[in-house]
C-alpha cells in the first residue's frame, strides 16, 4: 500500500543521490497570471526527468541477490533513462523496451547510460509482453513506469521536497500598479498568514504515477491544498475516469506534442489512489502546450518538453483562475532535442506572441 | 574601496531580494570534459542575469533623499533590466540610454519594468554623454554598469553564494568505466578531500564588473582557486590587458553573437582589480559559443546567451584542460527571445552536433 511513511523512506534511500530541485518563482509570470506560481523544476533532476526518483527507490529497495540479476522496463523515454541512470548507479544490467517512434534525444541518451535498448512497433508490438519475457529469461526485474508502489514513493518525494521548500518562501508577493499610470506605486499584497495559502498544485498525468505518489505526500502534508492533473486533448483519459469515478480509455486516434505523457488508460494501481487523492483534472490543446513551452523558454529560461509544461498551459489557457492565489506547477521533464524544439516552434509560428 | 567587507554588506543588502541561484552539475557533462563541472545559474536570478545585484546594491545604498529623484543608466540590455528592476523596487523612476539595435527581449523586458527608454544610435551616438545629461537635468543618479564599486560588491555576492554552496557538495564524483567494455564497473573517485579542491572558475567578461566582485570575493575565501575570465574572439580586450598588464582596446571591427559582453576595453576601476585577482583570460569564437548554448539547452535544459555561456564554450574547446579537476561556471544571463535562438541554432546548424 501506497502511504505517507513508504514516502518517507524513499526519501532516505535518494538522500544524496538524486537532485532536491529547486522551486522557482518568476514575478513576469505572476504578474501575467495575476497570482503567484512556483515551479518545481523536475527537469533539472538527474536524466531531465522526475522519473530517476521513482526507478531509483524500486531498485535501491530491491534484496541484493535479486537486484543483480538486472532489470527490464519499457517506456517512451524518461522512465527509460531514469532506470538506466539507477541501475548504472548499482552496476547492474538494464534492459529497456522502447518504441521505435521515441524521440532521438531520448534513444541516445538511454544508450548513453548504458542500457540496452529493445525497439518494438508501436501499432503491432505489446511492450509489456515483451519485457515479460526478457524477465523471465533473464531473471530481470521489471520496473513498470507507475503501477508500481515504489515507483509510486520515489515520485511521491517531490511532494515532500515541495511541502518544506514552501515553508520558506516568504509569504507575502509584491503587486505593481500598471506601469503606465504615471506615478509607480508599490503594493505589498498579503498572499496569505499560513503554508495552506499556497492553494493549489498542477502537474502533468501520463500513467498516474507522479500524480499518486505527490498526492499522498501532499494531502497528508497540506490537506487544504487543492491537486489538478493535466492532460493533452484528446488523451485526457484521466479526467475523464476522474468524472466518471471509473478508469475509461482514450477515444479515436488523437495526435498530440505531448509524447511523454501519451497513455491509453490511467493506471490500474495509480488510478484509485488519484481518484481518492485528486481534487480534478484539465485537458490541453498543442496550442496552449506550445504557449507554455515559449513563455517557459523566454522567461524562466527552462527547457521543457511539451508534456512536463501542461500545468503552465493549463492556467495560460484559463482552465481555472489564478488570481489572487498561489499555485505550484511541477516541470516533469526537459528531454527534447534542439531540432524538435525548433521543429515544433515554426510549426506554431504565425500563433500570437505571449504576453 | 572594492573590499570583502563591501561584498558582504552587498549580501545583506541582497537578503531577501534576489534569489540565491542553484549551483548544478550535470553527469552527461563532468563525462564530456572529464572532470567536474558546477554551474552558477544566473539565469535565474531576476530578470535574467546577474546584473539585478549590483543595480539593487547600488540602489540600497543611496541616501533616500537623492534615491528619491531617480536613476538613469546606459545599457545593451541586461544591466538595464536589472536598474530597471530595481529601481521598481524602490518605486523610483528610471531612465535606460540603449542602444537602438539592442534585442527585442532586453528592450521590451526593460518597458515592462517601467523604465523610460532612451535609444540612440551606436555608431554616432555617446551613451554616457546622453546619461549624464539626462542626470544633470533630473537629478538622477547614474548606475554605472561596471566603474562602479557598489555595483561591483552586489555582483561579488555571488562569488560569496558560491563558497558557501561549495561546502555543501559532495567531495567525491562518480565515475563510469566505457559503457562498450561489457561489464559495467563504478569507481568512485575522490575528487578531493577540500574544498581548494574546486580548483578553477571561469565567468564571462565584458566592462569587468561580475569579475571583480565575484574575484574579490574568491580570493578571499578560496585562494587556490584559479580565476579565469572569457570573451568573445575579436572582443578580448581583457585577455589582451592581462597579458600586456595595462588597459588596451579592442583592435578592428569584429562581430560577436555575445552581445551582453562586447565592451571596447576593460573597465577603469575594474581592471586593476582584475590584473591583481584574475589568472588568466581566453577568446572563444562564435561555434564554440554556439556549441555551448546548444550543450545548455539540450543537456542541463537552461536557456543561456551567447554571452552568458562562454566559460562552457572555453572548456568545449579545450582552451585547458578539465581532466580530473573541478570547475565552476557562471551562466551569467539568459535573456534571449526565441526567434533570435531560433535564428542563431539555423545559422550554425551544418556544425557537427555535441558528442
Sequence with gaps: MLD?????????RLKGHHIVTP??????????????????????QKTGSFKFRGAFNKIAALAPDI????????????????????????????TVVMPSTAPLLKRQNTERLGAKLVLYDIKTGDRKAI???????????????????????????????????????????????????GEKQTVETQISDSIESHDLLLAPIGGGGLMAGVSTALRHLMP????????????????HSLERGERVANQGHASSLCDAIITP?????????????LTGGFAV????????????FEVAKLVVEPGGAVGLAALLDNKLALQGRSAVIILSGGNLDLSSFISMCQAQQSDPAPP
Design 224 to 239: 487544504d491544498m487543492q491537486l489538478y492533473c493535466v492532460e493533452p486533448e484528446g488523451f485526457d483519459d484521466t479526467k
Design 285 to 296: 490543446d498543442d496550442a496552449s502546450v506550445m504557449r507554455a513551452t515559449r513563455v517557459l
Design 4 to 12: 505517507f511513511e513508504l514516502i518517507r523512506q524513499a526519501q532516505a
Design 67 to 94: 537486484r543483480t540479476r538486472g532489470v527490464v522496463t519499457y517506456s517512451s523515454g524518461n522512465h527509460a533513462q531514469g532506470v538506466a541512470a539507477a541501475a548504472r548507479h548499482f552496476g547492474i544490467a538494464a
Design 131 to 181: 519485457a515479460e519475457a526478457i524477465s523471465v529469461e533473464t531473471g530481470a526485474t521489471i520496473i513498470a513506469p507507475y503501477d508500481d508502489e515504489m515507483v509510486m514513493a520515489g515520485q511521491g518525494t517531490i511532494g515532500l521536497e515541495i511541502a518544506e521548500q514552501l515553508e520558506q518562501f516568504p509569504k507575502s508577493v509584491k503587486r505593481f500598479s500598471d506601469k503606465n499610470c
Design 23 to 44: 522551486l522557482l518563482e518568476y514575478e513576469p509570470i505572476n504578474e501575467m497570471l495575476g497570482g503567484r506560481v512556483l515551479f518545481k523544476a523536475e527537469i533539472l
Design 265 to 277: 488508460t490511467p493506471g490500474e494501481l495509480t488510478f484509485p489512489i488519484n481518484l481518492r487523492t
